[in-house]
Structure formats: structure tokens, C-alpha cells
């Protein structure tokens, strides 16, 4: 299905009991929202799981370049107000977590639960940023192949790499399949992103963190933080995990998500 509201014909799926207590997934980056397909058929009956993929990533348009997290935090707004989603509980993975911090600073009282998954509050350090360009430079001179073998080197456990080997080339696939335009825009819009610790304390709705304890991009300590600043938030390490903690061990995560859930009902 399309949503046009955002001003791009942006690719979203609406699954499960239209009655039922809204979740939506946002992908981190450079996926898309097929990732979370372990999770939305793990949901019971009673939630109506919503996925969709951030503008550039899988069937989504580019549009405009360039990207800001302001926008692709307005085109959550937009597909929320399509579907007239009623405090929906938002389930971000990385930078999926960036865009649900950042929605829930702009507009706190419309969500009913967070659930921030291997990502962090604070903005790139310089050294992350220069990681960026790099990344950038590998795209721009035609190394989007490279750029994939690299990412999955970074994005699973080491151990994964060698047994996850489904998950591997479904994550080497989307991300070759990406236009080479989205993926810089969108690299460029996390490096630029605003720091979020500051909301951190006010946040007053359930909360669950997770993370993977391999993660290698936004390590346990990037969780640990928020727990310690996310008054009454729980924070699960999923073992056997690196960074993609929902692909590399579903099981452990859906355990930590649907136990989370059972307090929403």
C-alpha cells in the first residue's frame, strides 16, 4: 500500500486487527521494512502491527534530496495520520530508534510506548561522522557492492556472519538494491541528526530498550544509558546478537517484546 500524504509515494504495509493496539516498525538504515517480518507475525491478535519503509529505502521513493531526520520524522506523521492511528507504541531499530526518539520530543503525548532497539540518544561523534564520508566516498565511486560486504561485517556478530547466512544475503540484497542517491542523503541526514539526551528524563511512557551484546555500532553502554535516564524502562540484552538483534536472535527478541506488550493490552 502508498501513502501520498508525505509528498512522496512512500510504501507501507497495515497488518493484523484494524481494532487491535497499533505497533509500528521503523527500520534502521540501509533496510527495509521486511526486516521486522519475524517480529509482525509474532504479534497476537490483538495488536495491528504497521511497517513501512523510510523514504529512499525498499519500495519507497527517493524524493528530494537533500535528507533530514526532520523529514523522515514528518513522513512517520504523515502515515500515522493516514491511517488515524490512535496512540500507536513505536518499535525503532537503530536509526528507526533515532526517528521514534525525535518524534516523541516533537509530539510526546500522542504515543502510548517506545521500544528502542540497538540504537542511542546522543548525535555522531566526529570519528562516526568521518565514517560517513568514508562511507559516502565507497558509494559515490560505484562500491555499493563493497559497501554491503563492509556493512555486514559491522552489523552482525562475527559468529552470525558464518551460520546467519539467510539473513546475511537478505541484508546485502536490500542494501544493493538501494538507490546509491538515498543512501548518501540518508548518511548525511544521521551525521547531521540532534542529540536526543536531553528529552531523555521527561520521557514518561513504558519504555523497553534492547540491544544486542555483540553490538558493535550502538553497544550495550548506548542501552545502559538510556535505561539509566528513561525513568521505569527495562532494558534486555539479547545474547548471540550484534547490531541487527531482531534478525540474529528472533526468538530471544520477540520473548523481551511480546512480554513487553503483554502491559499494553
Not at 56 to 81: K, M, N, R, W
Not at 116 to 122: S, Y
Not at 133 to 148: L, Q
Request: proline share 5%; hydrophobic share 40%; charged share 20%.
Amino acid at each position: 500500500m502508498w501513502n501520498k500524504t508525505s509528498g512522496l509515494n512512500q510504501f507501507y504495509n497495515d497488518r493484523g486487527n484494524e481494532d487491535g493496539i497499533p505497533v509500528i516498525f521503523i527500520h534502521g538504515f540501509p533496510f527495509d521494512s521486511s526486516t521486522w517480518e519475524n517480529q509482525v507475525v509474532a504479534l497476537p491478535s490483538n495488536f495491528r502491527p504497521v511497517v513501512y519503509d523510510v523514504r529512499g529505502h525498499g519500495q519507497s521513493e527517493v524524493g528530494d534530496i537533500p535528507y533530514s531526520l526532520e523529514f523522515l520524522v514528518d513522513d512517520l506523521f504523515a502515515l500515522i495520520e493516514k491511517l488515524e492511528l490512535q496512540q500507536p507504541i513505536l518499535c525503532g531499530l537503530s536509526m528507526g530508534g533515532y526517528i521514534a526518539l525525535r518524534a516523541y520530543e516533537k509530539w510526546p503525548g500522542l504515543f502510548k510506548a517506545l521500544i528502542l532497539c540497538d540504537t542511542r540518544a546522543e548525535g555522531d561523534s566526529n570519528t562516526a561522522k568521518i565514517n560517513r564520508a568514508h562511507a559516502i566516498k565507497t558509494i559515490w565511486n560505484g562500491g555499493i557492492k563493497k559497501y554491503a560486504e563492509d556493512s555486514v561485517k559491522n552489523l552482525f556478530w562475527s559468529e552470525n556472519i558464518l551460520s546467519k547466512i539467510p539473513e546475511i544475503v537478505q541484508i546485502k540484497s536490500i542494501i544493493e538494491k538501494t538507490s546509491p542517491d538515498a543512501l548518501c542523503a540518508a548518511l548525511m541526514a544521521l551525521a547531521a541528526r540532534t542529540d536526543s539526551t536531553e528529552i531523555l528524563t521527561g520521557i514518561n511512557i513504558p519504555t523497553l530498550i534492547i540491544v544486542g551484546e555483540h553490538d558493535k555500532i550502538t553497544p550495550p553502554i548506548a542501552a545502559e544509558f538510556l535505561h539509566e535516564n528513561i525513568n521505569g524502562s527495562e532494558l534486555v540484552i539479547i545474547k548471540k546478537a550484534g547490531h541487527l538483534s531482531n534478525l540474529e536472535n528472533p526468538e530471544e527478541f520477540n520473548k523481551a517484546l511480546l512480554h513487553f506488550l503483554e502491559n499494553m493490552q
